[in-house]
């Protein structure tokens, strides 16, 4: 099992920015398989934002996103970041961290946080 908690969120105006962290716990020893960031507005479907690889740090990005955010890792704290520069009052939604075991950053993650409420005011 991997537990994730994540932390940063909150409410900022347009043109801001903000740093959301996920910590992963639990069975991470491994360096295999990616984490990610994931993005739920209110009634849309939930959306891919970013991720990177634990092994090598390969990064990808939803194309909304890049140029604004971007994501890194510690791997001694088993931690990912996702600083988001350039808020949008679309990119409102509740973010979730994701762990995925094995392989690359595409594809479905087995382990999810809670989530962490981000609200850009116009």
């Known amino acids: 099992q991997v537990q994730l908690v994540e932390s940063g969120g909150g409410l900022v105006q347009a043109g801001g920015s903000l740093r959301l962290s996920c910590a992963a716990s639990?069975?991470?020893?491994?360096?295999?398989?990616?984490m990610g960031w994931f993005r739920q507005a209110p009634g849309k479907e939930r959306e891919f934002v970013a991720a990177?690889?634990?092994?090598?740090?390969?990064?990808r990005y939803a194309d909304s996103v890049k140029g604004r955010f971007t994501i890194s890792r510690d791997s001694a704290r088993n931690t990912v970041y996702l600083q988001m520069n350039s808020l949008k009052p679309e990119d409102t939604a509740v973010y979730y961290c994701?762990?995925?075991?094995?392989?690359?950053?595409?594809?479905?993650?087995?382990?999810w946080g809670q989530g962490t409420q981000v609200t850009v005011s116009s």
């Open positions: 994701a762990f995925k075991t094995y392989g690359g950053s595409a594809g479905p993650y087995d382990y």
């Open positions: 639990g069975r991470t020893f491994s360096r295999s398989g990616s």
């Open positions: 990177i690889t634990r092994s090598v740090g390969s990064t």
